[in-house]
């Protein structure tokens, strides 16, 4: 059940950080937050958000690293969504999420001896949500092939759909990082089971020569 709300959460605030934000909110955002804190909240959320979800799939298997990172990205997530847009709302579920989690720390007692638990699955839930937030945004922003290129240059508080495209990218780069820790993980994986067969292989080799009869 926790591993669900946390991944509900992370899809709440991966598809907010899609949608453009009211005229009256982004007017306050002029007033009161800088531009640059406006972007990095943008990107902060939606990367939160994913990862959140990959964290649910750790909290399901009771690992406390994922605990700990959890209670971590709902924190920044919760900051991140006034940030983008004063999304009060959303930093008020967070953090009723966050306490919520945290309340049910002892169900989270497993350490995990690899240093990286990340599985192919994870993987695939990750390019699901990027998929859901490509898709979703560029519904809400009207995205389409003639915008695109002009779009992704565009800086300033109005400037919505421009701060969409660099967070779809920015998302997209993440991913494909994780992708590559995966691969360089499962190859590191396999080169030690092969050397592992090898090192079976002589062994039997060698103990089948020392008990095999000689021909005086």
């Known amino acids: 059940m926790v591993a669900g709300l946390v991944g509900g959460g992370g899809v709440l605030i991966m598809l907010s950080s899609a949608s453009p934000a009211t005229p009256g909110r982004l007017a306050l955002l002029r007033h009161f937050i800088p531009l640059s804190l406006v972007e990095v909240g943008e990107i902060s959320a939606a990367l939160g958000g994913l990862v959140l979800l990959i964290m649910a799939r750790g909290l399901a298997r009771g690992y406390r690293s994922a605990f700990r990172a959890t209670l971590g990205l709902l924190a920044l997530t919760g900051v ?20 919520g989690v945290w309340s049910q720390a002892a169900l989270f007692d497993r350490f995990e001896k690899r240093r990286n638990w990340l599985e192919g699955r994870d993987l695939r839930v990750a390019f699901a949500a990027l998929a859901l937030f490509v898709t979703f945004g560029t519904l809400s922003y009207r995205v389409n092939a003639e915008r695109l290129t002009s779009l992704g240059v565009g800086f300033g508080y109005r400037f919505q759909s421009a701060r969409f495209i660099r967070t779809a990218a920015s998302m997209s780069l993440g991913v494909f990082a994780g992708a590559l820790v995966c691969a360089d993980a499962y190859a590191g994986w396999v080169q030690a089971a092969v050397g592992l067969a090898t090192s079976i292989a002589r062994c039997r080799c060698t103990r089948n020569a020392a008990t095999t009869p000689t021909r005086s």
Do not use: M, P, R
Request: zero cysteines; a negative charge.
């Open 80 to 99: 991140a969504a006034i940030l983008k847009g004063f999304d009060w709302e959303e930093t008020v579920v967070l953090a009723i999420l966050a306490a």
